[in-house]
């Protein structure tokens, strides 16, 4: 599938109403118009009342008593921001007149997920949408064409886009029908890829045979239960509660650390927030290598020093500033000289002293003009960047600038970074700038969610007790605010937080 539809769609539809089959475009409320028109109505029409389905009933299902978890204003704000900054993907689609937004069908789209998330269901059974879902998003393709994105509307809004091959179908599956993962309202796309009606009764293999919010629970398509209502299954009771020993459904009251520890009917969730927190010193507890200091390790959960001078490298790759692990005797020795054969770290078998490459396994001067980049870290005299070339080899070549280009950052001059959606040299995009990959926001910034769970800005690089994703100053690292999850209703992932 398009990266476009991996960006976009999946998130505007938590995972993965039509009409009869029969629809026509007057009736899917689709109009034309500037990008700007039709974002500003998506915005009105589907990402707001979306936000508020969602979390008023995240807020039913409980989920506001788990650490962290937002308010009703602050759910909502922060889901719609998500959504908008989703929507912008299809931007140009848009504006270029191959794609509207209909807003007959994101009503139905916003209906199906009101039973989805009224039960405490993150979303559809995996691989299923809701048809409105698809085609209030739809493109100028006829039947049997290739649509310019996948898993959205076509033929007058009458069919679909296979969210697989792209291909345009003529209509909607009815009951009986094959599918990919939609049908017509009024049915479901079962596990065997066949529109079913799935009412109260009807023979199931799993949740994706039945309406929702019908359940699969002993083979057959039934409501769910209360916390306290006899059960023999997960399944049996309300998304959130599990089947206890004693054939009760409960909530999973224990903390949780994986999926499994909350059973098939909950997830294990909790606050993606994040904050730089000082290095740790020597003695002090660890969870990782960067938990601690440029001159320690982590050694069984407690920083250590790192082995001195002529002493066995610290699980194997870890010794002093300024020594490095002979690849021979598997002792920390100072670094390499130009000749000496290159030693060990923890990013591989590529170390030399300073102003010197990996060249062969042998430390050497740094490449050249035209010379094949040292190995490892791809290093090229002063003034110079690393390309990579289709063949799999690398050359140094003069650094470019803005609108040139490139294969990688460092190809790219001061204050311009290589945008790989373009493969050219760009800017350094400003504080408060989206950001997708990280590499926008130049080495000073960091790529960071302007708040837990809400769209990427370039930010300045993050300091003590500052939030931040992945990095922070020098000294500090980031880490999670919490050292476990609990067992939620699936709703309840659904909200970043």
Known sequence: MSRKWLAGIFFLFLSFGCDDGK?????????????????????????????????????????????????????????RQRCMASAQHFRDDFDAGTM?????????????????????????????LPAGCLLMLTVDTKPGETCPTPGVGCNDGRGICSPYNATCSAALPGEGAACEGVCIDGAVCNTNGTCV??????????????????????????????????????????????CSAQDLCTAVEAPCTEPADCGENAICTATQARVCVPVAEDGQPCSGDEDCSAASWCDTDTCAPRPGANQPCASGVWCAPGLACNLVTALCAPLPQDGEPCALSEAGPFVCDDGLACLSDTCGPLPGHGETCGSGNNACAEGLGCSFNTD??????????????????????????????TMLCTTVAATGAPCEDGNECGPAGSCVPESPGGPFVC???????????????????????????VCAAPVCGVIGF
């Open 100 to 128: 509207q937004y209909c807003e007959v069908a994101a009503s139905k789209c916003i209906e199906a997920y009101r039973i989805a998330n009224g039960a405490c269901r993150s979303g559809m059974p995996e691989e299923t």
């Open 459 to 485: 930010a300045p690089l993050p300091a003590a007790g500052e939030p931040c994703y992945l990095e922070c100053t020098d000294t500090t690292v980031c880490h999670s605010v919490v050292t476990a999850g």
């Open 23 to 79: 629809t026509r475009p007057a009736d899917t409320g689709c109009v034309g118009g500037s990008a700007d028109d039709q974002l500003a109505r998506f915005d009105a029409t589907y990402c707001g009342p979306m936000a508020q389905v969602v979390c008023t009933a995240a807020a039913g299902c409980g989920c506001g008593t788990i650490d962290g978890f937002p308010d009703q204003a602050a759910c909502e704000s922060s889901w």
């Open 392 to 421: 799999g080899t690398s050359t140094c070549e003069d650094k470019v600038g803005a609108g040139e280009p490139c294969t990688n950052d460092r190809q790219c001059l001061a204050g311009t970074y290589c945008e790989y959606s």
């Open 197 to 242: 009606a799935g009412e109260t009764g009807d023979d199931c293999e799993s949740v994706r045979d039945c309406r929702l919010p019908l359940a699969c629970i002993a083979g057959r398509c039934a409501e769910t239960v209360v916390e306290d209502a006899a059960c023999t299954e997960d399944d049996a009771c309300v998304p959130g509660l599990a």
